[in-house]
């Protein structure tokens, strides 16, 4: 095997100085313009242009040594593993899955129930609040709310563009009902989700007929739609200026996290007065309403509701011709989305203490979207994970001070985080075409339940 | 709707042989195109009716006619079950022709859930049953015993319909994984985990080796002695022949011969529809096998 590698060697090194070569052509024609050259306003407010040569030259010297080691080396010594690989006669599938892998969902689990103690441990009371707010609390919204669009687009594989929508629907529901009625919370999240699988069902009809593309595109309205009857109907929105002072969740109804009440939830235990409690609470709520998600998603799988919303992803054909009703299966894969999306709205709500419909533009859909396909549709431990990748990624971006020593101290890394963003969206794809968890775990078996492979599930028409 | 397509007549007769399906003066335009003109024919109990005729002759349309997916321009499609329950076939919505009408059909391209399992896809042919039983969705979601056993019975006849389709091997593979003669098997073991009284079959040996053509022949004969009637597609001459009990001859939407196998492949009309003779030597033919001794049906 190294002989034969040895034997290419000459023509393999020629062939890497010619590609490299050829690389650092392209990128110093791409780059020209774009790094070589630079505009600035003068003192007198004038356009003038400056070049950047030095920088060009890094641009291509990274380009065209990339390359070059790319074919002489890498692929080389990659080539030469797999062959051995197949040659030792051990396929990767066979190999034993580590105690982590085995474990994962447990450990992920255990992890999450300590989170917030661990962070109050290493970062303090006050500093830990970053990390529970803007780490847990976030994340765990985008992970109900992927789980809950998983239902429609990973299960029964409806394209949902205004996702958005419902949780909006969940938001204010919450968000008026409380101000104007003074429920509680714990009254109002069942309630918020109810109303907002109702929109769902509304929705659901007349656009049901409709499958692929046209039904992407009436989803995409409905949720501009709901934004924008928010934006206009002021004497009950109040408008782009919002509601605020939502009412906080209680504990219960046993203690309150409002200061001034007299069952105050710290005052009760002999804790210092600090936030940071209402927020570890927050936490554990939207973790339960995440493992509710993820059970009742497990359950239906199972029933014959959920075995039909994927045949139907498979093929709608098929399914009619086995006697399903495929309207009214569409319909209810469309309501208990849209009623996750309700309770994590007025989650998002309570959490926020004020709601505008700032928060519910398109690119909140895209994000959910984007998660649910780069996570592996259907499978929820990979949207899970593509959750923490995509929402704690941004995150972590406002945290990367030392990226200002590299590119300046007026860079602002969470300006780039969509650039990112798409950058590892198209790695993910590029790598892992079916998300990263592409298999799907069958519903029943006779002997032994086996992945089925993602080459073989089909994405859904709508 | 439902009610007015229900009619319950006095007589139940389960004997086997009385009219199963009778398509009556079925007609269907496609814009100019009239796809099929004016078709009738019986299919009875307990028989094995082929279809036969031509590259579009209009087989597949009165197939989805008959199975919903197309509504026909003009005539009644009968459906008479075995308690004696009668339905009319195009006024019902296509999964319910399956569902309450008991007619469960194949797709000429095979049409599976390639992302399920074997084992999945016979469940999600069982799905209005198991709905019932778990009180549609609901009770099942508490996890109530009686969801429980009506799944396990659900699988316990998904397993009897592999073993008959020789398919329990591979029970739990993805469908996509499985060869094509096994597609097409899974696909009728499918239908019938839907419990039908007759089975439509558009194409079920096209593209199967010859080997794999006989041990369908076994499965389709199998189905009808256990009580479900056959109606099917065919363009393999040697499938039709063996099993059918009855042909059904087709071209240019038009019947041009009803009845046995012998009496079919002996028909001048049909020779002709096949070989492509002109039409005066059609008429030639018939007046030297002379007019009365054969008998045509109506054309």
Redesign the interface.
């Known amino acids: 095997m190294t002989t034969q590698l040895e034997k290419n060697e000459p023509g393999l090194m020629a062939k890497a100085v010619k590609e490299g070569v050829f690389a650092g052509l392209i990128a110093f024609g791409m780059f020209l313009l774009f790094v070589g050259i630079e505009t600035y306003q003068d003192i007198n407010n004038q356009l003038v242009w400056r070049t950047r040569w030095g920088l060009l030259a890094i641009f291509v010297a990274i380009a065209a040594i990339g390359r070059f080691l790319t074919v002489g080396f890498i692929k080389p010594h990659l080539d030469s593993r797999k062959l051995a690989k197949a040659k030792s006669g051990v396929l990767e599938i066979s190999d034993q899955k580590s105690f982590f892998h085995k474990h994962f969902l447990k450990i992920a689990l255990l992890f999450l129930v300590c989170y917030p103690f661990l962070a109050m441990l290493i970062f303090g009371r006050q500093g830990s609040l970053k990390y529970v707010d803007n780490f847990g609390i976030q994340i765990l919204i985008y992970v109900m709310l992927a789980w809950g669009l998983n239902i429609v687009v990973g299960l029964a594989g409806l394209l949902d563009l205004g996702y958005v929508a419902f949780y909006a629907v969940g938001a204010y529901s919450y968000a008026l009902l409380s101000a104007n009625f003074g429920f509680s919370f714990w009254l109002l999240l069942p309630l918020a989700g109810i109303l907002a699988g109702f929109w769902g069902i509304i929705l659901g009809f007349p656009v049901l007929r409709l499958r692929g593309d046209y039904l992407a595109i009436v989803t995409l309205a409905f949720g501009e739609i709901i934004r924008l009857v928010l934006i206009n109907w002021t004497d009950v929105t109040r408008g782009t200026f919002g509601i605020s002072g939502i009412a906080k969740a209680s504990f219960f109804g046993i203690w309150s996290f409002d200061v001034g009440a007299a069952n105050n939830f710290n005052k009760a235990w002999g804790l210092p007065s600090s936030s940071v409690y209402y927020k570890i609470f927050l936490f554990y709520v939207i973790l339960a309403l995440c493992l509710l998600t993820a059970y009742?998603t497990i359950?239906?799988r199972r029933?014959?509701?959920g075995?039909?919303w994927?045949?139907l992803?498979?093929?709608e054909?098929?399914?009619?011709?086995?006697?399903?009703?495929?309207v009214m299966t569409k319909l209810?894969a469309f309501a208990t989305g849209a009623m996750f999306g309700g309770f994590a709205g007025s989650f998002f709500a309570a959490r926020q203490g004020f709601v505008s419909p700032e928060s519910f533009v398109f690119l909140e859909s895209a994000v959910i979207l984007a998660i649910v396909v780069l996570g592996g549709m259907g499978s929820l431990t990979g949207i899970a994970i593509a959750a923490v990748v995509m929402v704690g990624g941004t995150e972590l971006l406002r945290e990367m001070e030392f990226l200002k020593h590299v590119f300046g101290p007026d860079f602002t890394p969470e300006l780039y985080r969509m650039l990112l963003f798409g950058l590892a969206m198209i790695i993910v794809m590029l790598f892992k075409p079916r998300g990263f968890v592409g298999s799907?775990e069958?519903?029943?078996?006779?002997?032994?339940?086996?992945a089925?492979?993602g080459?073989?599930?089909?994405e859904g028409h709508g | 709707m439902a009610t007015g397509t229900t009619m319950t007549s006095n007589t139940a007769s389960n004997m086997a042989g009385d009219t199963l399906l009778k398509v009556e003066h079925l007609s269907m335009k496609f814009g100019g195109l009239m796809a099929i003109n004016d078709f009738s024919f019986e299919a009875r109990r307990g028989d094995i009716t082929a279809l036969i005729g031509p590259n579009g002759a209009g087989k597949t349309t009165v197939f989805n006619c008959i199975?919903g997916?197309y509504k026909p321009t003009m005539g009644m499609i009968t459906m008479r079950q075995k308690n004696g329950e009668e339905h009319l076939l195009e006024r019902l919505p296509?999964?319910?022709?399956?569902?309450k009408a008991k007619v469960?059909?194949?797709?000429q391209n095979i049409?599976?859930?390639?992302?399920?399992?074997v084992?999945?896809n016979l469940?999600?042919?069982?799905?209005?049953v198991?709905?019932k039983a778990?009180g549609f969705?609901i009770l099942?979601?508490l996890g109530l015993p009686a969801y429980r056993t009506a799944?396990a019975d659900a699988?316990e006849k998904a397993?009897y319909w592999?073993e008959k389709a020789d398919l329990?091997d591979r029970?739990?593979?993805?469908?996509?994984?499985l060869s094509y003669g096994a597609q097409r098997r899974l696909e009728i073991a499918?239908?019938m985990c839907?419990g039908p009284e007759l089975l439509c079959l558009d194409e079920p040996a096209a593209g199967l080796n010859p080997k794999e053509s006989l041990t369908l022949n076994a499965l389709l004969r199998g189905i009808r002695d256990e009580g479900t009637s056959l109606l099917l597609i065919e363009h393999d001459m040697s499938v039709v022949m063996e099993i059918s009990d009855h042909v059904v001859v087709l071209e240019y939407g038009q019947k041009i011969s009803d009845g046995t196998p012998d009496h079919v492949k002996n028909d001048p009309k049909v020779i002709a529809a096949y070989l492509g003779v002109e039409d005066d030597e059609v008429e030639e033919i018939e007046e030297k096998l002379d007019k009365g001794v054969i008998e045509e049906g109506t054309v």
Do not use: W, Y
């Open positions: 009742v359950r239906l029933m014959p509701i075995r039909a994927e045949a992803r498979e093929d054909i098929a399914c009619r011709s086995l006697g399903i009703n495929t209810t799907r069958p519903t029943a078996f006779l002997k032994e339940r086996k089925v492979s080459s073989f599930t089909k | 199975t997916f296509d999964f319910d022709i399956t569902k469960a059909r194949t797709f049409r599976l859930f390639s992302g399920l399992t084992l999945e469940l999600v042919a069982q799905h209005n198991l709905m778990s969705t099942g979601l799944a699988i397993r592999l329990i029970a739990d593979d993805p469908a996509g994984d499918r239908a839907t």
